[in-house]
C-alpha cells in the first residue's frame, strides 16, 4: 500500500469527520480467553458488511492477527517509529478484507515523549488514505496496565473474560489497575467460552456488581461467545483458523457482538460508560491525576 500524497488537511477533516473511526480494543487478564480470536472475527465480519477496518496487533505470540489473518507481514510499527519504514510498508492487506498493522513492539514506544501517540497513528493512517470506520486493537495486557494507542479518538475497551475462575480474577484486576492509574475508557465486558446465555449473565452480574461497589465503575454486558469446538481444533494451527470457524456458533456469536457495535449510540452502541462521577470526584479530592490507561 503506497502513501497517499494528497492534501494532509483534507485527510485530517475526513478524521475528524463523526469523530473519526470507532477505537475497540479487546484485552484480556489471562492468555487463551479468546481475546484474538475475536478481534480477528470482528474484523472479518465488519468487512463483509463494507466497514473498511484496520486491526492493530498487540499480540507478539504465535497465533497473533498476523498469522489468523494471513497477513504476512514482513515489518512492525516499531519499524516506523524509528524511521526505517513508511506505515505503508508496514500495513498489510489480509485476504479477509481488513488492513494489519503488527504493532507489539510499537505500541510501548507511542506512549513515549515526542512519539506520535494514539491521534498521530490514526492521522498517519488518514493520510495513507485507509479511510478506516473501525480500528480494533488487540490490546496486550501488561502488569501496569495495557499497551494501547491510549490518546485515540474515541476509543473504548472489550474486556473479554471466560468462565475459569483466573480469567475472572485477572480480568478484574487489570480493570482494577486502569481505573486506579486514572479514568479508563468506556470499557464492556464479554464473556468468552460460556456454556449458554445464563452462564454469561450471571458472570456479568457477578464481574459488574464487584466493580459497581469497589471501582465506582459501570461494567455493561456487550456479549458473549460460545465454547466451539471447531476454535479448539484450530489453535495450533492457527493460519486455518478462519476457514475452520465458517458460520459456526462461534462466528454467529461475533457476528451479534459486531450488530452491538454498529448499532447507534443508545442502542447499544453507547459509549458513556465508564467510571462513574462519584470515583472521579474521590480522584479529584485525593489529587490522583486522571491519566490514560
Not at 166 to 185: E, N
Not at 222 to 233: E, I, K, L, Q
Request: net charge positive.
Amino acid at each position: 500500500m503506497a502513501e497517499c500524497h494528497g492534501d494532509q488537511a483534507a485527510g485530517l477533516r475526513r478524521l475528524l469527520a463523526s469523530q473519526g473511526p470507532r477505537v475497540v480494543a479487546v484485552a484480556a487478564g489471562a492468555d487463551g480467553v479468546g481475546r484474538s480470536t475475536t478481534v480477528a472475527c470482528l474484523a472479518l465480519i465488519l468487512s463483509r458488511l463494507g466497514r473498511r477496518v484496520v486491526v492493530v496487533d498487540g499480540n507478539a505470540n504465535a497465533g497473533n492477527l498476523n498469522d489468523l489473518l494471513q497477513a504476512n507481514a514482513r515489518f512492525e510499527l516499531v519499524h516506523a517509529l524509528a524511521g526505517e519504514r513508511t506505515l505503508g510498508q508496514v500495513l498489510v492487506r489480509s485476504p479477509y478484507g481488513c488492513a494489519v498493522l503488527p504493532a507489539a513492539r510499537g505500541l510501548a514506544q507511542l506512549s513515549k515523549p515526542g512519539s506520535w501517540g494514539g491521534v498521530g497513528l490514526l492521522k498517519r493512517l488518514v493520510d495513507l488514505d485507509v479511510g478506516a470506520d473501525f480500528v480494533l486493537v488487540d490490546a496486550a495486557a501488561r502488569a501496569s496496565g495495557l499497551l494501547l494507542p491510549v490518546d485515540a479518538l474515541g476509543q473504548e475497551l472489550l474486556l473479554a473474560v471466560s468462565p475459569e475462575a483466573r480469567s475472572i480474577t485477572q480480568g478484574y484486576g487489570l480493570i482494577k489497575r486502569l481505573v486506579w492509574r486514572g479514568a479508563p475508557p468506556p470499557c464492556r465486558l464479554l464473556v468468552c467460552q460460556a456454556a449458554d446465555g445464563a452462564q454469561a449473565e450471571a458472570i456479568h452480574g457477578n464481574v459488574a456488581d464487584v466493580a459497581r461497589r469497589h471501582l465506582g465503575m459501570a461494567l455493561p454486558l456487550a456479549g458473549w461467545t460460545p465454547t466451539d469446538s471447531a476454535v479448539s481444533r484450530a489453535a495450533a494451527h492457527p493460519r486455518s483458523t478462519m476457514a475452520a470457524l465458517r458460520d459456526g456458533p462461534f462466528l454467529r456469536a461475533v457476528e451479534r457482538l459486531a450488530e452491538t457495535l454498529l448499532a447507534p449510540v443508545g442502542e447499544g452502541g453507547s459509549r458513556s460508560h465508564g467510571a462513574m462521577p462519584a470515583m472521579a470526584d474521590r480522584r479529584a479530592r485525593r489529587g490522583v491525576t486522571t491519566a490514560a490507561c
